[in-house]
């Protein structure tokens, strides 16, 4: 079975800084979606990033940016220049490419210190 | 687009009563998924659809729980007879799946209280 780790219950960062937040899970399958999705105290689900597996390149979304390593299993998620509106719960997730079930991770607080 | 739309968006029921959550998924999206949320727990995928067709109802937390899909822009997640446990945010998603990455699209949520 396919599991998704955070490891990382909380985070926190200063204002305009850098932050990166740890993923990884465990796989069989070669071929898989990456997602990272952010869920701020409105409890809105928002996709932030996703990655395809077959793709060596980092998928990057303006101030956030993924570290992909697929033999290692690994899938941190680097937020540039950290804003107040970026303070959410933030969630890993993993999905087959032939299965529609997404596991997600337990979830990363992440607080922005002005 | 509206996105998806989920109803209502807090329920307060007492135990024993019958609860009735519904969602309208993104228009042309052919997937959908029931999600709960609890502190204890985290994130737990209920139940999915593909067109209107249930496919894994392994997440469903017993036999007091029931999804139906009658149509491609409706779904009804039913907890009866409810119980203080029930207590949780309800998530609906929807996806296009098939001709692309697959990503959820996630509705505002249902926040059930079961006194």
């Known amino acids: 079975a396919q599991t998704v780790t955070q490891s990382q219950p909380e985070m926190s960062v200063q204002e305009a800084e850098t932050v990166t937040l740890s993923c990884t899970y465990d796989?069989?399958?070669?071929?898989?979606?990456l997602f990272w999705y952010k869920q701020p105290p409105s409890r809105q689900m928002i996709l932030v990033i996703r990655?395809?597996?077959?793709?060596?390149q980092n998928a990057t979304e303006n101030r956030f940016s993924v570290n992909f390593q697929k033999a290692a299993k690994s899938f941190s998620l680097k937020i540039s220049d950290s804003q107040l509106g970026d303070a959410a719960m933030y969630f890993c997730?993993?999905?087959?490419?032939?299965?529609?079930?997404?596991?997600f991770g337990a979830g990363t607080r992440l607080t922005v210190k002005p | 687009d509206a996105g998806v739309i989920q109803s209502p968006r807090h329920e307060v029921t007492e135990m024993g009563q019958e609860v009735t959550l519904r969602c309208k998924p993104i228009?042309?999206?052919?997937?959908l998924f029931w999600y709960r949320q609890t502190m204890m727990r985290g994130l737990e995928l209920l139940i999915y659809?593909?067109?209107?067709?249930?496919?894994?109802d392994s997440g469903m937390p017993e036999d007091r729980f029931s999804a139906k899909m009658p149509n491609a822009s409706f779904s009804t997640l039913k907890i009866q007879p409810s119980e203080p446990r029930d207590s949780a945010v309800y998530f609906c998603?929807?996806?296009?799946?098939?001709?692309?990455?697959?990503?959820?699209?996630f509705g505002p949520g249902t926040r059930l209280t079961v006194t």
């Open positions: 998603a929807s996806s296009l799946y098939g001709t692309s990455i697959g990503e959820q699209y």
């Open positions: 796989t069989s399958e070669s071929d898989y979606y």
């Open positions: 990655q395809e597996a077959y793709k060596q």
């Open positions: 997730a993993y999905r087959r490419y032939n299965n529609n079930d997404m596991r």
């Open positions: 228009s042309g999206h052919n997937s």
């Open positions: 659809f593909n067109n209107n067709v249930p496919i894994d």
